[in-house]
Structure formats: structure tokens, C-alpha cells
């Protein structure tokens, strides 16, 4: 079964409105990635978070690690139509040795 | 610089016909990962590499799928005989470490099998 889950599966909203998917781990990770794939295209690398509580910003889009580095969210502020896509978080789970996994990925779809 | 290579980039062959699909790596980068992508299972890693060695095939489905790296620069999946339920969008990645570092994917093979 999948080890790290993504909420929502879907997301629709309407061009301006915000967008936030979150990324849950039951165990401990040591670092989450987030990648975008486009409609028709491959996963590209947006972002890593490796401390605990971590923040990071990419122009309207803001990344968040879990204080207990379980969990991560995405948020996009005033969503655009170029933000359609997929969007996955992948983590390194810290046990068991290294077990590097792909969330199922939050669909978005922007309306104009 | 160039990315990931991959070919072919769509494939249509018969049910019990062999496939392979090929990727290069960027340049110095040890990690090379085969994944595959449906709309039921999400992306799921098949295979890993590190420095050409297989470290971790448990993700292939079944032995009809294989996976070879004969150098730093060439990678091969392949599928004998191949089913209509290995119909998906195959991946190649690769990077510069396991985990740590960004997985810079290629354009994928979308195989039909029919």
C-alpha cells in the first residue's frame, strides 16, 4: 500500500483562488521532495525540505515540513492556469534503511 | 546540458511481442531509477541503480520484466512477453544521489500493448 499519501486527489479551482495539497508519512522522514508534472509530461523537481518546521518559498507557491517531519503541504497563492498539473511529494523514510517514495500526487485543475 | 534521454517515445506492439525501452542518464550522474505510471497505481518505481549495479528490482512486477545498465551512460527495460496490462507511461530518471538530490526525469515511453 502507498506509504506516503496525498490530499486531495483532486482539486478544482477557479483562477485566482489559493490551492493547498498535503503530503502524510506514518513514519519519521528524513527530507520530502516536490515535483510537478504537467498534462502529458514528465515529473520536474520543484523543492526540497530537510528540517524540521522548514519553510520555503518559490514565488506564490510555499512549501512546509511538519515540525515532527511526517507531513508537508504546497500552498499556491492566487492560482494561474500554468499551475495545472500534478503535484507529488516524495520522502526518504528514515527506518527500515533507505526508502525513498512518490506520494499518489494531488491532481489540479485550474478553471479561467 | 541534456536531460534524460528516452526512446522510444511511444510504442504499440502485440500482446506476447518483446519491448525494450532505452534511456542515458544525464552525464555523471549514479543513480539511475525505471518507473511506471498508470492512472490505477500512480507512479511506482520498478528498479534502481547506483553506479550500474541493480540495488533494489523489488518493484518489477514479474519476471517477464528485466533491467540491465552495461555502463554509466545506457540503461535498458525490457518486457517478455509483454501483456495488454503493461500498458503505461514508462519513466527514467536519474540523479546525482538516492535521495538527496532533485531525480531529473525524461520525456517517458508510452507503451500500448494490444
Known amino acids: 500500500g502507498q506509504q506516503v499519501m496525498q490530499i486531495p486527489q483532486y482539486q478544482h479551482v477557479q483562477e485566482g483562488e489559493d490551492f493547498t495539497t498535503y503530503c502524510n508519512s506514518s513514519t519519521t522522514l528524513s527530507n520530502i521532495q516536490w515535483y510537478k508534472q504537467r498534462p502529458g509530461g514528465h515529473p520536474v523537481f520543484l523543492i526540497q525540505?530537510?528540517?524540521?518546521?522548514e519553510v520555503k518559498k518559490q514565488k506564490r507557491l510555499t512549501f512546509q515540513f511538519g515540525e515532527a517531519k511526517k507531513n508537508s503541504s504546497l500552498h499556491i497563492t492566487a492560482t494561474q492556469t500554468t499551475d495545472v498539473g500534478t503535484y507529488f511529494c516524495?520522502?526518504?523514510?528514515?527506518?527500515?534503511?533507505?526508502?525513498?517514495?512518490f506520494g499518489p500526487g494531488t491532481r489540479l485543475s485550474v478553471l479561467p | 546540458d541534456a536531460g534524460v534521454i528516452q526512446s522510444p517515445r511511444h510504442e504499440v506492439t502485440e500482446m506476447g511481442q518483446e519491448v525494450t525501452l532505452r534511456c542515458k542518464p544525464i552525464s555523471g550522474h549514479d543513480y539511475l531509477f525505471w518507473y511506471r505510471q498508470t492512472m490505477m497505481r500512480g507512479l511506482e518505481l520498478l528498479i534502481y541503480?547506483?553506479?550500474?549495479?541493480?540495488?533494489?528490482d523489488s518493484g518489477m512486477p514479474e519476471d517477464r520484466f528485466s533491467a540491465k545498465m552495461p555502463n554509466a551512460s545506457f540503461s535498458t527495460l525490457k518486457i517478455q512477453p509483454s501483456e495488454p496490462r503493461d500498458s503505461a507511461v514508462y519513466f527514467c530518471?536519474?540523479?546525482?544521489?538516492?535521495?538527496?538530490?532533485?531525480?531529473?526525469f525524461g520525456d517517458g515511453t508510452r507503451l500500448s500493448i494490444l
Open positions: 525540505l530537510v528540517k524540521s518546521g
Open positions: 516524495a520522502g526518504l523514510r528514515a527506518i527500515y534503511g533507505q526508502n525513498f517514495v
Open positions: 530518471a536519474s540523479s546525482r544521489g538516492y535521495s538527496n538530490q532533485p531525480q531529473h
Open positions: 541503480f547506483n553506479n550500474n549495479v541493480p540495488i533494489d
